[in-house]
């Protein structure tokens, strides 16, 4: 069992950055592709960035691609999520997920078994 905690969302001005964290409980982190979606009002949720295992592999939404990074820190179980450059169209309620998994669909969030409560980004224009 897994479980997610993230932190780090709030109100940011178009422009602006933020740094979502998100601490994972136990000892198997390190085994789980971590990903971070995001779910505005009336909308899916959508990935937005995937990393693998080990860190060295990462997938990003076209949306974020130059604006986001992620990365994670395997020995504080902990997985980031940096934005830059922030658009009001970012506004959501951003989600951590963690997986196993050998799908190549990794923006499918069914292949992932554990997620976070979320928590919110508002991007004031």
């Known amino acids: 069992q897994v479980q997610l905690v993230e932190s780090g969302g709030g109100l940011v001005q178009a422009g602006g950055s933020l740094r979502l964290s998100c601490a994972a409980s136990?000892?198997?982190?390190?085994?789980?592709?971590m990903a971070w979606f995001r779910q505005a009002p009336g909308k899916e949720r959508e990935s937005v960035a995937v990393?693998?295992?080990?860190?060295?592999?990462?997938y990003f939404a076209n949306s974020v691609v130059g604006r986001f990074t992620i990365s994670r820190d395997n020995a504080k179980n902990t997985v980031y999520l940096q934005m830059s450059s922030l658009k009001p169209e970012d506004t959501a309620v951003y989600y951590c997920?963690?997986?196993?998994?050998?799908?190549?669909?990794?923006?499918?969030?069914?292949?992932?078994?554990?997620w976070g409560q979320g928590t919110q980004v508002t991007v004031s224009s």
């Open positions: 997920a963690g997986g196993i998994y050998s799908s190549a669909y990794y923006y499918d969030p069914t292949l992932y078994n554990y």
């Open positions: 136990g000892r198997t982190f390190r085994r789980y592709i």
């Open positions: 990393i693998n295992e080990s860190g060295d592999t990462t």
